[in-house]
């Protein structure tokens, strides 16, 4: 797959296969891992090339790709002036998320990501943590099977890192789920994840880093 932006050619020709339940997408400031990662999550077009999950060429406009993953990007796309319950009620409006089953999965992402006494604040009045922990929380909420994560690790205090890295563990063996993360946080590589592969991106091609 190329992605240009212009005539500025940002990944050139690049072949990769994400085949473990977790992948690790490393490279320096500009290397062209958020556009990566948002072509893959069907938010920006690329020029050629193909993308495939399990040997089926994925049909971007098809909504049921979409709706199947969890994507947190980098900047701003939360409304600031909804408290988070209300931005819960609103995800959930849009997912159609009404069951018991899934209120009780909700709580326990509230309860997970310790929001349960921030659920009446404007996120705007949130910590950069505690925005980036509704964040991740609104990536799960329609409990996709594929989280597209840039830098989930940003901004999260150290105490909290080792329970995410669980819950990614976790979720990746007792559910199946598959997770694509970029991080600059090199502490991550010493958590032990069984299942996982790491990729780094470099000089506009990408190299495997397998175990
Ligand atoms: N909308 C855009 N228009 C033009 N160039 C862009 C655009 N978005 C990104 N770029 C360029 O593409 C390159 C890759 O950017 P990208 O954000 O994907 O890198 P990254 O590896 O995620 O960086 P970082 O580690 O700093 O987050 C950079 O040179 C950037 O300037």
Redesign the pocket.
Known sequence: MTKK??S?I?LNDISIQFNKNISFLF??????????LNILAGALKYNSGSIYINDKEIDFKDNSYKRNIGFLI?YPTYPTQFTVKEYISLLNYIYRNDTKLQKSYQENLITFFELDKYQNLQISELSTGFVKRVKLLATMLHNPNLFIWDEPFSGIDKNFIPKLVNKIKALSLEENKFFLI?T?ISEIKSFDFTNSSEFI?ENKKISSDNK
């Open positions: 932006y212009g500025n940002i490279g320096d400031n500009g290397t062209g891992k958020s556009t990566l980098d970029t600059h991106l």
